[in-house]
T-cell receptor
Framework: GNSVTQMEGPVTLSEEAFLTINCTYT??????LFWYVQYPGEGLQLLLK?????DKGSNKGFEATYRKETTSFHLEKGSVQVSDSAVYFC?????????FGKGTRLSVIA | GAVVSQHPSRVICKSGTSVKIECRSL??????MFWYRQFPKKSLMLMAT?????????EQGVEKDKFLINHASLTLSTLTVTSAHPEDSSFYIC??????????????FGPGTRLTVL
């Protein structure tokens, strides 16, 4: 079945550091890939998505490229801010419902 | 944009009582909604798929008699936790599926409901 594996946290970075959170997936067919963010005490918000191979999703300085050859969708940001502290979930959908990774907690310190 | 609300956002109840959580799509109709449960520092676990006008489809290991789901309209699904116990304490999140003009489905999530059973 479909599954998502993402790097386990927590990840602690200083402000303005470069961020990478790895995500790989196993799926049949051609799934859509997503990154969701969950701020403390809140629900999930879609951060970015890519619906086909080689697509790059981007939002708020975050980027992820759908790599079919490596079955990956790594999340990157060039310069993190304290306000980026949250839990990030990688997810895929070959068809609804979504399959989530376990989440990676990011803490950014000033 | 597509907005999904949940009510209540927090609820504290005594063991043995029942709690109803509402999930509403505010500006679109959703034939399919999903209910997830999130344990502390864990990922989301899909509990059930709620289909408007038909019975919900439960994931393996989820007690359908304990977690009653009713999708009465295209904008409302409810989850009732019956005879709640402390182990039911969790963060419950719903999502609603919006089908775009291209036929692509996207899920929009509610803000979640934190249930604490004493």
């Amino acid at each position: 079945g479909n599954s998502v594996t993402q790097m386990e946290g927590p990840v602690t970075l200083s402000e303005e550091a470069f961020l990478t959170i790895n995500c790989t997936y196993t799926a049949t067919g051609y799934p859509s890939l997503f990154w969701y963010v969950q701020y403390p005490g809140e629900g999930l918000q879609l951060l970015l998505k890519a619906t086909k191979a080689d697509d790059k999703g981007s939002n708020k300085g975050f980027e992820a490229t759908y790599r079919k050859e490596t079955t990956s969708f790594h999340l990157e940001k060039g310069s993190v801010q304290v306000s980026d502290s949250a839990v990030y979930f990688c997810a895929l959908s070959g068809n609804t419902p979504l399959v989530f990774g376990k989440g990676t907690r990011l803490s950014v310190i000033a | 944009g597509a907005v999904v609300s949940q009510h209540p956002s927090r609820v504290i109840c005594k063991s043995g009582t029942s709690v109803k959580i509402e999930c509403r799509s505010l500006d679109f109709q959703a034939t399919t909604m999903f209910w997830y449960r999130q344990f502390p520092k864990k990922s989301l676990m899909l509990m059930a798929t709620s289909n408007e006008g038909s019975k919900a489809t439960y994931e393996q290991g989820v007690e359908k008699d304990k977690f009653l789901i009713n999708h009465a309209s295209l904008t409302l699904s409810t989850l009732t936790v019956t005879s709640a116990h402390p182990e039911d304490s969790s963060f419950y999140i719903c999502s609603a599926t919006l089908t775009g003009t291209s036929g692509y489905n996207e899920q929009f999530f509610g803000p979640g409901t934190r249930l604490t059973v004493l």
